[in-house]
């Protein structure tokens, strides 16, 4: 983070500060802020675009947000003056915009199971979702990575230009944030020429003490540099597969979406997975989980004006994550015992029986998969009093 304008540091009760030093000056900022700032960006042009105020939103979020993330996006909302009537996965909303443009398919007759491939510009969600003709969309399994997409495939770029700069020039420019501020806006054109062509210039003048910096980048070289990430991706896709006990043959519609999709090697990769299925590219990438997302918030605002089609959704979700309480084995405490696996349709109920001798008992809850509950994050605790044995 030393390259860029901005740190972060820890703030109160362990929660991440963003610093940002603009014109000398510094000023921090809690992560809700900034989430708030966009909002209210977003907020206004709504109002400005209806001529009316928007006081009510749904708000998309990449599928595998924690809880602590969930109730953050929330707390940002309220800061930019919104009511949040629900959060959807990002997924799961463009799957909403693929059932609409879908159900008046005559010959659509059976359930369709459909993968959403979202790959955007910071993080990666995939889910497996059943699509009825009726408007039930049944979410079978999500995962994916929320520190995974575009922003990372520019980094490689970044570090693969500099390292040639220091090469040539014996010089490292990661030294002075504007000059890694311009490198990064080029590498970040680079790639997304990439995606139609199998060579492209970056150049910038004068990039760092007067020194001109000039490279071709080849679209083999961009796909070298990132096969980790893109196959991270495709093992991903399977573990959600897994998850949701469907065989890839099942599958009946790979969607994709995210502007990171657009890259070559990554539709490859996905179509050869898939054994060779034509990847479903109906939809603007770009556009499909913000169209979900207002189709469902018409559903949710119960307009006498809305469609029937749009009023006959019915969504089942999962929770992402596998909810558990701290236990003891044997001498040793801190271990998860699950109670709620992840990938499992809400609302549940679920019932777990331990024995003891004790007549007060503290349950902490926590949410993760790791099998440590340091590991995991803790949402609450709570005290159940005068048990009888």
Same mark, same amino acid.
């Given at each position: 983070?030393?390259?860029?304008?901005?740190?972060?540091?820890?703030?109160?009760?362990?929660?991440?500060?963003?610093?940002?030093?603009?014109?000398?000056?510094?000023?921090?900022?809690?992560?809700?802020?900034?989430?708030?700032?966009?909002?209210?960006?977003?907020?206004?042009?709504?109002?400005?675009?209806?001529?009316?105020?928007?006081?009510?939103?749904?708000?998309?979020?990449?599928?595998?947000?924690?809880?602590?993330?969930?109730?953050?996006?929330?707390?940002?909302?309220?800061?930019?003056?919104?009511?949040?009537?629900?959060?959807?996965?990002?997924?799961?909303?463009?799957?909403?915009?693929?059932?609409?443009?879908?159900?008046?398919?005559?010959?659509?007759?059976?359930?369709?199971?459909?993968?959403?491939?979202?790959?955007?510009?910071?993080?990666?969600?995939?889910?497996?979702?059943? %699509?009825? =003709? *009726?408007? @039930?969309?049944? /979410?079978?399994? +999500? #995962? &994916?990575? !929320?520190?995974?997409?575009?922003?990372?495939?520019?980094?490689?770029?970044?570090?693969?230009?500099?390292?040639?700069?220091?090469?040539?020039?014996?010089?490292?420019?990661?030294?002075?944030?504007?000059?890694?501020?311009?490198?990064?806006?080029?590498?970040?054109?680079?790639?997304?020429?990439?995606?139609?062509?199998?060579?492209?210039?970056?150049?910038?003048?004068?990039?760092?003490?007067?020194?001109?910096?000039?490279?071709?980048?080849?679209?083999?070289?961009?796909?070298?540099?990132?096969?980790?990430?893109?196959?991270?991706?495709?093992?991903?896709?399977?573990?959600?597969?897994?998850?949701?006990? %469907?065989? =890839? *043959?099942? @599958?009946?519609? /790979?969607?994709? +979406? #995210? &502007?990171? !999709?657009?890259?070559?090697?990554?539709?490859?990769?996905?179509?050869?997975?898939?054994?060779?299925?034509?990847?479903?590219?109906?939809?603007?990438?770009?556009?499909?989980?913000?169209?979900?997302?207002?189709?469902?918030?018409?559903?949710?605002?119960?307009?006498?004006?809305?469609?029937?089609?749009?009023?006959?959704?019915?969504?089942?979700?999962?929770?992402?994550?596998?909810?558990?309480?701290?236990?003891?084995?044997?001498?040793?405490?801190?271990?998860?015992?699950?109670?709620?696996?992840?990938?499992?349709?809400?609302?549940?109920?679920?019932?777990?029986?331990?024995?003891?001798?004790?007549?007060?008992?503290?349950?902490?809850?926590?949410?993760?998969?790791?099998?440590?509950?340091?590991?995991?994050?803790?949402?609450?605790?709570?005290?159940?009093?005068?048990?009888?044995?």
């Amino acid at each position: 983070m030393e390259s860029w304008p901005f740190k972060i540091v820890e703030g109160p009760a362990g929660k991440p500060n963003v610093v940002v030093e603009l014109r000398g000056e510094e000023k921090k900022y809690a992560p809700e802020e900034l989430s708030a700032m966009v909002l209210k960006k977003m907020k206004q042009s709504a109002e400005a675009f209806t001529g009316r105020e928007v006081t009510d939103a749904v708000i998309t979020v990449p599928a595998y947000f924690s809880n602590n993330q969930r109730e953050a996006t929330k707390e940002a909302a309220t800061l930019a003056g919104l009511n949040v009537m629900q959060l959807i996965n990002e997924p799961t909303a463009a799957a909403i915009a693929y059932g609409l443009d879908h159900m008046a398919d005559k010959t659509w007759r059976n359930d369709k199971i459909v993968l959403v491939f979202d790959l955007g510009g910071g993080t990666f969600d995939v889910s497996l979702l059943k %699509i009825s =003709k *009726t408007g @039930v969309i049944d /979410v079978k399994a +999500v #995962g &994916g990575d !929320t520190h995974l997409g575009g922003e990372d495939f520019d980094m490689t770029l970044v570090d693969y230009c500099a390292k040639e700069f220091k090469k040539k020039h014996v010089l490292d420019l990661r030294r002075n944030p504007r000059a890694m501020g311009r490198l990064k806006a080029a590498c970040e054109k680079a790639k997304r020429d990439l995606s139609s062509t199998t060579f492209t210039p970056v150049e910038i003048d004068c990039l760092y003490e007067g020194i001109d910096f000039s490279i071709k980048i080849s679209r083999a070289k961009f796909e070298e540099l990132n096969s980790s990430y893109f196959e991270k991706c495709i093992q991903l896709v399977e573990k959600c597969l897994f998850d949701g006990e %469907i065989k =890839k *043959t099942n @599958v009946d519609e /790979v969607v994709v +979406v #995210g &502007g990171s !999709t657009r890259i070559q090697k990554v539709q490859r990769l996905l179509e050869e997975f898939f054994d060779g299925k034509t990847l479903c590219k109906d939809m603007n990438g770009d556009e499909a989980v913000a169209f979900g997302a207002a189709i469902f918030a018409a559903k949710l605002s119960g307009n006498s004006d809305t469609d029937d089609v749009v009023r006959d959704i019915v969504l089942q979700d999962v929770t992402p994550l596998s909810l558990g309480i701290e236990v003891r084995h044997g001498d040793e405490k801190g271990h998860m015992n699950v109670i709620i696996p992840r990938n499992t349709s809400i609302p549940t109920r679920k019932k777990r029986t331990y024995l003891h001798d004790r007549t007060l008992v503290s349950i902490v809850v926590y949410q993760g998969e790791k099998n440590k509950v340091k590991d995991n994050i803790l949402l609450g605790k709570f005290n159940l009093y005068n048990l009888e044995n």
